[in-house]
């Protein structure tokens, strides 16, 4: 979140992936001598920027950056203090930060959101927060970090390792995930009482080993996962293998009572004898989602497939990641009486497999998953039909060149299904410049254009239309039948929202971290399409960094989920700017429509204990279950603060558990959830689209569609300024 002294370099640093910035006293040693000076920290995914500039009101220059991979040291000093020690080429820089504008709790939890994600040990630094206390935590984390205590008092001696490895765990709890990557403990010599933890930790249902550069591995501590966890569901190993490797072969099924559902080896240099050894523990695990990956070369496609002979009629789900010179044609017939097939990161040219799927008819499986590969050939599919069993494509993180994502598309909507085979379609994080972006929604635009005319014709149930086509050509294509369609964290113009609306086979929507609030077009299209859509049950519009809402736009969302068919049962808010009113405006909407069974709302910045307290207590006359996750960080943040008492977060949680549960003795109004036909304009939104003729480019874009917003209040509302 972007502090309100800040608005003059929101550009910039939005331009420059920020992820955090703050004002803080940067108090530096250079040469013996203590330099402080107010200074403009800014962090982001690869590190740390402290920026300096005659006036803050004006963009600052970069002073020096600092990368995460260089932090060695970082020690809370003080409850708004921290003291930074980076080491990079045998310069040292030493720094303490006494912050002005933001929690350093905050930015902890953000470094460590980072370091997590660092393969090498070698590389994580030793974080020391000191004076720890049980009574700062929520229940949950409580209960975990207590059993890790006595565990360690009991086996060890306490000592330094040992508070520092109960402080990296305890910031681990806090952040939430679900996913555990083992580096955060930096190879520590205790990590058997982290795994024995993890039995007190339902919360936790992934591991990842990253590649483990140390004299020693954790391939026992892999083996006592697999034996002895009660929730661990999924787990990726990065290790690289040594004479430990084969304490694996020790593993039977009559030592098995676990719950895995998905297991992953992506060691290098593995040999031939080492992946039978893999291959055999997941046939004795029973396991039927595998993935493998950053396999050498020499395991070529022959050779790989015939290791995985016996597993042919024991697994469902194959992951074949990051392996080069991989065979797709032979990988497909090899494998496909599956139900996901995953080829990633394998540099496939995704025009040639998606010819050759369709010219294959003997498979069943169900989804594709080419994440990571390259779409750079115009070669025209668009006539090519997919077998029916192919209900979920996923192209995350490709790269697409030219017209190929228009082809794609086209592709796609040509695929007619019925209502038992609609198709559901995976597009995030995409690997493209503007210009094709701009080209790609202008078709999408020329799409929409000629649905409408069709919906409005007396040929309307036919379901064909003309439509340019991306090489210029009419093309006669029907209106589309995406059951899901995920868009998240791409740059997003408004034409998506209509493409999503002409048809009626629309169940799942995500636009994660997409939608910019300034765009008032789109924001207008999105609340029209809450209020009125019909088939769409979830729907995922959660905040990012460089896109999120402001307490503005999220009142005018809350009101059209007061007016929806009562047709959304889960809905993804989290991640953006609430204010205190938000809170009492999103219960009143929970109230008015109590159809919806999941909403996240958390990171929303709220640390006032009395406004959660009402939020709440309002919720537990609802009736109607409602799942949701519980705002830890905040509640943490107030407690840590003394903002909050234990026994008042304990009093919150006995309602919230109520809200969850819900209650059969509340008279729920038939109105909260059925829908009710509006016929007065004012109290509903009539959601028509009307377009112009050609259309030139994205500029132009934004006019071609006219207001659709029937209710004035709002309307009047959606262009006044985020900040009026």
């Known amino acids: 979140m972007i502090d309100s002294e800040l608005v003059d370099l929101v550009p910039e640093l939005l331009e420059n992936n920020s992820e955090m910035a703050f004002f803080a006293r940067w108090v530096e040693e250079i040469s013996s001598k203590q330099q402080v000076n107010r200074r403009l920290i800014i962090l982001s995914d690869s590190g740390l920027s402290v920026c300096s500039s005659k006036s803050f009101t004006k963009t600052p220059t970069r002073n020096k950056f600092l990368s995460w991979f260089d932090l060695k040291r970082l020690n809370l000093i003080q409850s708004d203090t921290l003291k930074f020690y980076f080491l990079n080429n045998e310069k040292s820089i030493e720094a303490t930060v006494a912050f002005i504008t933001e929690d350093p709790r905050n930015v902890i939890d953000l470094i460590g959101q980072h370091l997590v994600n660092i393969l090498n040990p070698d590389e994580y630094p030793n974080i020391d927060i000191p004076n720890f206390r049980f009574s700062d935590f929520s229940p949950s984390i409580f209960r975990s970090l207590l059993h890790l205590m006595a565990k360690a008092l009991a086996d060890y001696k306490f000592s330094d390792d040992i508070i520092s490895l109960v402080n990296t765990y305890h910031l681990f709890l806090e952040s939430g995930s679900s996913c555990l990557n083992t580096g955060i403990f930096q190879n520590s010599k205790y990590l058997d009482l982290i795994f024995d933890t993890l039995n007190f930790a339902p919360q936790i249902t992934s591991v990842v080993f990253p590649q483990n550069k140390s004299t020693f591995s954790h391939w026992p501590n892999f083996l006592y996962l697999l034996k002895r966890s009660r929730y661990i569901q999924n787990v990726i190993t990065n290790e690289i293998i040594d004479d430990k490797f084969s304490i694996l072969q020790s593993f039977t099924k009559e030592n098995y009572k676990g719950v895995f559902n998905s297991i992953g080896f992506n060691c290098p240099k593995m040999t031939q004898n080492e992946f039978d050894i893999a291959i055999k523990l997941i046939e004795n695990l029973g396991i039927h989602n595998i993935t493998f990956g950053s396999l050498t070369p020499r395991f070529n496609s022959v050779k790989l ?375 007065d304009d004012v109290a509903h939104f009539e959601f028509e689209y009307k377009f112009k003729e050609d259309v030139d480019d994205i500029a132009a874009v934004r006019n071609f569609f006219e207001n659709g917003l029937k209710i004035e209040t709002l309307l009047n509302d959606i262009k006044k300024p985020a900040h009026a």
């Not at 990012?544 to 969302?557: G, M, Q, R």
Request: contains cysteine; neutral net charge.
């Open 305 to 679: 497939l015939n290791n995985f002979h016996n597993l042919y009629n024991n697994i469902s789900s194959l992951t074949l990641d990051h392996i080069t010179k991989i065979n797709f044609p032979l990988v497909l017939q090899t494998f496909k009486n599956l139900t996901h097939l995953g080829v990633t990161f394998c540099k496939l040219e995704l025009s040639k497999v998606l010819s050759f799927i369709c010219a294959q008819t003997n498979y069943t499986i169900e989804s594709f998953d080419f994440a990571g590969n390259i779409y750079s050939t115009p070669i025209n599919i668009t006539n090519r039909v997919l077998p029916k069993n192919v209900k979920k494509l996923g192209f995350n993180n490709v790269e697409f060149y030219g017209i190929t994502l228009q082809i794609l598309f086209e592709f796609l909507i040509n695929q007619k299904r019925d209502k038992e085979h609609q198709i559901s379609i995976s597009l995030s994080n995409l690997k493209i410049d503007d210009q094709v972006l701009s080209s790609f929604f202008q078709y999408l635009l020329s799409y929409c254009k000629n649905a409408q005319k069709l919906l409005y014709s007396p040929n309307y149930g036919k379901n064909d239309f003309q439509c340019n086509s991306p090489n210029g050509s009419q093309k006669n294509l029907h209106l589309h039948s995406f059951c899901e369609l995920e868009w998240d964290n791409n740059d997003t113009y408004y034409p998506i929202i209509p493409f999503c609306s002409q048809s009626n086979t629309i169940t799942k929507l995500s636009l994660n971290g997409s939608i910019n609030e300034n765009d008032n077009n789109l924001i207008q299209y999105l609340i029209s399409f809450i209020a009125c859509n019909k088939t769409c049950t979830e729907l995922n519009i959660a905040g990012s960094i460089k896109h999120s809402f402001s307490s503005h736009v999220l009142n005018l969302i809350f009101q059209a989920i007061k007016l929806d068919n009562r047709v959304i049962k889960r809905l993804n808010l989290r991640n953006h700017s609430y204010d205190n009113a938000n809170l009492d405006s999103l219960a009143d909407a929970l109230m008015s429509n109590r159809n919806i069974e999941y909403i996240n709302f958390s990171n929303n910045g709220i640390h006032d204990k009395s406004v959660w307290h009402r939020f709440f207590s309002k919720l537990t006359g609802r009736g109607k279950p409602l799942d949701f996750p519980i705002p830890i960080a905040e509640f943490s943040n107030m407690a840590s603060n003394g903002k909050i008492t234990t026994p008042e977060i304990e009093e919150i949680m006995k309602m919230i558990y109520s809200i969850k549960k819900g209650s059969s003795d509340v008279n729920i109004p038939q109105n909260t959830i059925e829908c009710t036909n509006y016929n």
